[in-house]
């Protein structure tokens, strides 16, 4: 059962940068595509980027397009997610999810049906 855990959250003015990190257990992390998504309250959760298991396709929600940047380190096991240019519509809590996938399938998803393991959760506020 793969486990993930994130850290990195906090608060920030407009403008400013923060990295978010999702370390993963369990499971084998080199077969994992990986997401970020993000919600806030009463609202659905939404995409925000994917990488697929060898981070050589990456997909961008349109909103963060520019300013966010996901990469993974495998032998770490971690996923991690840099937010530039912050905004105050970015606050939301970050969440990360992983998909068992073979290699060759790098479609895009979005969809929280395709992930089938999902952290705990991290905050994010930006303030105006």
């Known amino acids: 059962q793969v486990q993930l855990v994130e850290s990195g959250g906090g608060e920030v003015p407009a403008g400013g940068s923060l990295r978010l990190a999702c370390r993963a257990s369990g499971g084998t992390f080199s077969r994992l595509a990986l997401a970020w998504f993000r919600q806030i309250p009463y609202k659905e959760r939404e995409f925000v980027a994917q990488?697929?298991?060898?981070?050589?396709?990456?997909y961008y929600a349109d909103n963060v397009k520019g300013r966010f940047t996901i990469s993974r380190d495998n032998d770490k096991k971690t996923v991690f997610l840099e937010m530039n240019s912050l905004k105050p519509e970015d606050t939301a809590v970050y969440y990360c999810a992983a998909k068992p996938t073979i290699l060759s399938d790098n479609r895009h998803r979005a969809d929280l049906s395709d992930y089938a393991h999902w952290g705990q959760g991290t905050q994010v506020t930006v303030s105006s």
């Open positions: 990488i697929s298991r060898g981070g050589g396709t990456i």
